[in-house]
């Protein structure tokens, strides 16, 4: 192939590329959204979570997380509450680990961390969204509520902060996202007061009413899509209450959250 034949089907790649991404949908942001026509050179699975009462899975697209979210937390990681505005992190679909409401579900401790903690959240997962939600239409684009585990290596999240750098690697991991079914909205009372709480081998370690959440999931949403178009299958892990600390192999963590099932992981 001479350079200028290979220059010019590599147009015809891009226009080709271009046409398909155009053509493929209208509402994503992503030119790699991918038709059921489109071929692949090898399989990438979805990542989905069980809906309870249902045979339909949810689809998982995104998993953002909000940071300093209890106002107790905030001062315990060091911030003052009053004045932050949420921020938001993301951690990868494949973090995901399901957790079967009946079960005690065997948990990796992960590599790298000498210091693993469990921070136990409320978690909202969206049906539909878009960009600059308001405040008052943000729970419209709800579609349930599961509870969930936003799973930490704290020493390499704070050393990494201290030091400037990302702290991806202590949030964003393996198995970081344990997560139960998600409840639809139909099944529930709108959430309010209910109290969410995390034991360690039966100890009583994390507890909060939702109230008490700086921000509302409302508000979470309408800030996040101030940052980046909310879709279908995005999921938010609400942020946790004070008293975050470290697990060891063997331990049993129990999370509770009023109208919704229990939740249980063994560090193994
Ligand atoms: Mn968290």
Not at 49 to 72: E, K, L, T
Not at 206 to 235: C, H, P, R, Y
Request: hydrophobic content about 40%.
């Amino acid at each position: 192939m001479t350079p200028l034949s290979r220059r010019n089907s590599l147009k015809i790649g891009l226009a080709a590329l271009t046409t398909a991404a155009t053509a493929g949908t209208t509402t994503s942001a992503s030119a790699q959204t991918h038709t059921t026509a489109t071929k692949t050179p090898f399989k990438v699975e979805q990542v989905f979570i069980p809906i309870a009462g249902s045979q339909d899975m949810f689809p998982v697209r995104r998993i953002y997380c909000i940071g300093r979210n209890y106002a107790a937390h905030a001062r315990e990681m060091g911030s003052d509450p009053t004045r932050e505005p949420p921020f938001f992190f993301q951690k990868p679909t494949d973090a995901i680990q399901y957790v079967a409401p009946d079960k005690v579900v065997d948990h990796p401790y992960p590599s790298l961390t000498k210091n693993y903690h469990y921070e136990v959240e409320l978690v909202a997962a969206l049906k539909s969204g878009g960009k600059n939600i308001s405040i008052e239409t943000a729970l419209d684009h709800v579609y349930g509520y599961a509870l969930g585990l936003d799973m930490t290596r704290r020493d390499l999240q704070r050393a990494l902060g201290d030091q400037k750098k990302p702290w991806e690697i202590g949030k964003s991991f393996d198995h970081s996202a344990p997560i139960g079914p998600i409840y639809r909205v139909q099944a529930l009372k709108n959430f309010s007061k209910e109290t969410i709480s995390l034991s360690v081998n039966g100890v009583i370690k994390q507890q909060a009413t939702l109230d008490q959440m700086i921000w509302s999931v409302a508000e979470q949403i309408a800030k996040l899509s101030e940052a980046n178009e909310l879709f279908a299958g995005d999921i938010i892990y609400s942020g946790t209450p004070e008293n975050v600390g470290p697990v060891v192999k063997g331990d049993v963590i129990l999370c509770k959250l009023d109208q919704l099932p229990d939740l249980s992981i063994k560090i193994v």
